[in-house]
């Protein structure tokens, strides 16, 4: 029976340590997808908190249209419903979503659980990310095509 209780107890610790990831150096990447299709993120700069360490990290990019200059914007249908969703444990505290059509253009585009639609007018557009937790912040970029 003791050996029994070992496994369990060793497979729930590692069960957790998979999931929630304790040790982790920087905020979770959430992942965005619109039907089946995954559209690619740029991490911005962070702080973070975790369990031995801590690190602020700063990138170079000026703008979430900067972040997301290396894309290759991801196809999508007018109004087509884009899903925003973090891994389990790690909802944000607060998340901000913001559409930027232009370097000096922005607008925060109201998230309704963990979804928003695209645009309904053709175009490219990059969307800021921007989340934070009791560990730390972090903000994230990607960018769509609306046909």
Known sequence: MKKSSVFIVIGILIIVLIIFKPFRLEPPT???SAAETQIPTTQGSYCWDGFLFAQCVDTIHTTPIDMTESHTPTRVS???KIAIEFPIGYQPK?????????ENNSKVIEIN???INAPNESGIYAY???ADWNQGDGNYAFLIEVE
Do not use: A, C, M, R
């Not at 607060?94 to 232009?102: F, G, H, I, R």
């Open 128 to 130: 800021h990310i921007i």
């Open 78 to 80: 007018k109004n087509e």
């Open 113 to 115: 659980s963990g979804k």
């Open 94 to 102: 607060t998340l901000k979503l913001e559409q930027w059509l232009d």
């Open 30 to 32: 959430p992942k965005i």
